[in-house]
């Protein structure tokens, strides 16, 4: 008994010593020599592995280091996310799970640079070879580098993401799990759109839901996902658009016109919205001008007066009485972000008329 007493007491000795040791791995990140920067990041996933106190916010810090000039520095970076998220052996949803994990709660800087991992593990061809050196048992290194320990489009681990989104609960602690489920679902569907184009129309049932279960978050999220339907290079290099009459740009239309959702959460759902109008519509314009109709015709703007004054089109209501501040102030809104896109748009189509003619 005293023996094994005296084995726990230096076990914990040691983690203590660890968990002290992690401050000083912060200036090593800091360092100019590519070997120390390495070593800093091994020993923070390895304490990781093993629940190390303040491990999991060193990790973040690390995560950061996937920009790094060194490519090795990034490569070491990429070598750890897959050793804490996508273990040996696991099952899918406990690695779906770990990924979100890493995106909840986390700050813009970790967004961004769990962005770059992701879509990096989901493109990279061949593995990413682990080496021993992040705490593995040697049996499993030598057979690392020809397990998928990636994250295929149509793989385990990506379904399992689909699955934390598509829950039903109502808890807390399910809503956020969808939440950051969904944002790196976003994220891997950067690299590769067929993460997201099989499950739209879960993406619409969970993402654009009204009422008591409508979360603007997820409606942000949601949008972004659908952005990602435009593959890298522009909108019009090879994309597969979708019509103005698809059941996404229902649930847009519905989100911009007539949302039940409080001001706060709504400015930030419409600004990727309409971005995503115009990355993936076959003719954003005359969807954002049908929506801006609409939007005045449900009482943004008051009725126009005089017997000159032309016809509103064919199914918008105008009413009269008073006009409501905040749906006047949420077509402001869209209109100002409709013509910042419009733009966007109408100059990325005069590059593309001018290589198609050079």
Request: glycine share 8%.
């Amino acid at each position: 008994m005293r023996a094994l007493v005296a084995s726990l007491g230096s076990g914990l000795e040691f983690g203590l010593r660890v968990a002290a040791s992690l401050s000083t791995t912060y200036e090593l990140m800091a360092s100019n020599t590519a070997s120390d920067v390495i070593e800093a990041i091994q020993l923070i996933v390895l304490a990781h592995q093993f629940d190390v106190d303040n491990s999991a916010a060193a990790v973040r810090r690390a995560l950061s280091l996937v920009f790094s000039r060194e490519p090795a520095v990034g490569e070491a970076v990429l070598e750890g996310a897959q050793t804490l998220y996508l273990r040996p052996g696991d099952t899918p949803m406990d690695s779906a799970m770990r990924l979100a994990g890493a995106a909840r709660g986390a700050a813009l800087g970790t967004l961004t640079a769990l962005e770059d991992i992701i879509a990096k593990l989901v493109s990279a061809q061949p593995p990413v070879p682990i080496s021993p050196s992040f705490g593995l048992n040697p049996r499993f290194v030598a057979t690392a580098s020809v397990q998928v320990r990636l994250l295929p489009a149509t793989g385990q681990v990506v379904r399992a993401l689909w699955t934390l989104v598509a829950d039903r609960s109502a808890t807390l602690e399910a809503v956020e799990s969808k939440r950051a489920a969904l944002a790196v679902l976003g994220m891997a569907a950067a690299a590769q759109p067929e993460v997201v184009r099989p499950y739209l129309s879960t993406l619409l049932q969970v993402g654009f839901s009204e009422g008591p279960s409508g979360d603007a978050l997820l409606t942000r999220y949601a949008c972004i996902a659908i952005q990602r339907l435009a593959l890298p290079g522009g909108r019009r290099a090879g994309v597969e658009l979708l019509p103005s009459d698809h059941a996404v740009f229902a649930a847009i239309r519905k989100l911009l016109v007539n949302s039940s959702l409080a001001d706060q959460g709504w400015y930030s759902a419409a600004e990727q919205a309409v971005t995503a109008v115009f990355m993936v519509c076959t003719d954003p314009e005359a969807f954002s001008a049908g929506v801006l109709r609409d939007m005045a015709g449900a009482g943004a703007l008051p009725p126009s007066g005089g017997g000159g004054a032309e016809e509103p089109a064919v199914g918008v209501a105008i009413h009269s009485g008073e006009v409501s501040e905040s749906r006047l102030a949420r077509f402001l809104y869209v209109l100002g972000h409709s013509a910042l896109k419009q733009l966007v748009y109408t100059e990325g189509l005069i590059k593309v008329r001018g290589r198609a003619r050079g």
